[in-house]
């Protein structure tokens, strides 16, 4: 299937600003395409950014059969553009899709949609350090019918707009409050696909422990409430003093991350071992008063590397390195960093590099 393009004229183009916040100002362009069970998809459309019109009876309203996804485009140091594994987004975003009882998009036409919209709009992709133009690939069910069941039609867009450095002041450890009385998600539910109900789901733990002072909740599984599963939208690892990193395997609940797979396929080439586990938070607990576990970080596309430098779990605090940034965590950063901007070797062929 091919795509209409009716771009904005050259003098009504923008650009991207000095200054900017994540996910608050959005590149000039956007791509559509809608979906009936008759036409399958079709009417694939990039064209400027606009808002949707829809019924208030639309099935994503009432029943928030939706979901989605984020990746990032990267200005390398000659001004070219990498993708970084975005086959890997958009087969997930199929799996979530199958989830949610949605209609599949072709990983290929995905990625061509995508390098389209990105050459229209490729003057919004920053360059300062640490910057990125974030991607954010959606599926709405737009069926207007208030009845339960599936959606008939749906409507996949793609919007981009850029995001600045994660860490304005480098690498900050953040505090997380380890949830007890929440949960994000459940073996045999939703919490495996990236569709955004779970978000809904954990929007109230997150604000009462922004209350307190912590940026992120840890979450547990729902089951025991003993399982370590994720940080906020981040998976997480821990670091042990003889260079091992463990990460929860997942277990049905967890987002399998981008992010996360990476970390475990590079990391052995770069000197440590890496396990993936079922971790009791207790266990965890104690194997850092005892300084067993060095360092922790969460990570996902948004932040890379996110260090923990503080756990509170029933009211006992438990300090990580001095609540400093470690150097597995900089390394991990710097090298991943490195890859998705053109700046490090490549060896696993993960970055897909587009000519503007
Ligand atoms: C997106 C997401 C992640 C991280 O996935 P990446 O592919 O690494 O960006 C982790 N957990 C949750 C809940 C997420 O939504």
Redesign the pocket.
Known sequence: MSIEIKPLELAARGSCPQEFSFGSIFSDHMFTQNYTPEQGWHEALISPFHNLSLSPSAAVLHYSQEIFE??KAYRTPEGKINLFRPE??FK?FNRSATRMVMPEVAVDFHLDALQQLLMLDHQWVPDQQGSSLYIRPTMIATSPKLGLGASANYCHFIITGPAGSYFSGGLTPIGVYVADKYR?AVKGGV?EA?TGG??AASLYASEEVAKQGFSQVLWLDAVEGRFIE?VG???ICFVYEDKRIVTPALSGS??P????DSILKLAPAIGYEVSEERLDINQILADIKAGKVTEVFG????AVISPVGKFSFQDQEYVINNNETGEVSKHLYDELTGIQYGTKEDRFGWVKTLEV
Do not use: D, Q, S, V
């Not at 991350?257 to 996360?260: C, D, E, P």
């Not at 990570?299 to 948004?302: P, V």
């Open positions: 984020g990746l890997e987004n997930r994000r919490g990236k779970n978000y994720e939208a981040m998976n967890i987002l991350g981008i992010t996360r990570c996902g596309t948004a």
